[in-house]
Structures are given as C-alpha cells and as structure tokens.
C-alpha cells in the first residue's frame, strides 16, 4: 500500500498539463501585500467537462527553517457544465485558476496542490524572497 503522499506527481508544467503554475514575484518587500496567481495547464491545457476536470487547488507557504508549513487558501472549483439535461449541457464552468493577496514576514516558498478528479494530485512550489 503506498502513502498518499507518495502518490502526488510532479512534473515540468510545459510538458504536463496538470502541474499547478505558480506567478508571483520572484522577491517581496517584508509585509507588502502581492498578489499569486496559481494555474493549470498554462502551456498544455486541461478539460474542464462534467467528467474531467480540477476539483481544487490548495497553496501552502513554508517559511525557510520553520517545521510546518501553512495552508495560505484552498480553492475549490465547483461547477463543470453540469446540468439536469446531462453532462456538459450546463451554463457554468469554473475555471481552475486562482489569484490570492498574501503578504509575507520571511522568505521560503510557496507549494500548491491540486487534485485532478480521475489523473490525482498534483504539485509544484517556487522559492520566493523577503527583503
Ligand atoms: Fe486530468
């Protein structure tokens, strides 16, 4: 039996369209709000249909030397085209990007994780810089 954690892929996200893209500046000034946007397929792209597309996003920061990281936000993408007349005839779909206002004390870095509802999880990070 393997460990959830295990079962989480990575990969480079412009060869594999579920990795989560991670845009923010690579350095912040201590306290300044900005502003990270995570994404899906940025360079491949991912359905979004009634039977396959990104049910959530979760982003994380891990302060460099703390123990435990912290849950920044988790998105949860609600609305794939269902509908009472069948799969994809409904009006709304959610597309699986977020932006997030976040200000930082100490520099570390950023991981996001998503859960593709039939490929699994999927994660990426990027160092990010307090000065
Ligand atoms: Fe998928």
Redesign the pocket.
């Known amino acids: 039996m393997s460990k959830i954690t295990e079962l989480v892929h990575e990969a480079n996200w412009k060869e594999e369209?579920?990795v989560p893209v991670i845009e923010c500046p690579d350095q912040v000034k201590n306290g300044e709000l900005f502003q990270v946007k995570v994404g899906i397929g940025k360079e491949i792209a991912?359905?979004n249909t009634t039977e396959?597309?990104?049910r959530w996003i979760s982003l994380y920061f891990h302060a460099d030397g703390d123990k435990f990281p912290f849950q920044v936000g988790h998105f949860e993408f609600t609305s794939h085209g269902e509908s009472v007349e069948g799969p994809n005839k409904g009006s709304v779909y959610t597309h699986h990007e977020i932006a997030a206002s976040v200000k930082l004390g100490k520099s570390g870095t950023l991981q996001a994780l998503s859960l593709?509802?039939?490929?699994g999880l999927w994660q990426s990070e990027k160092v990010i810089k307090v000065i």
């Open positions: 369209k579920h991912h359905p396959h597309h990104i593709c509802n039939i490929h």
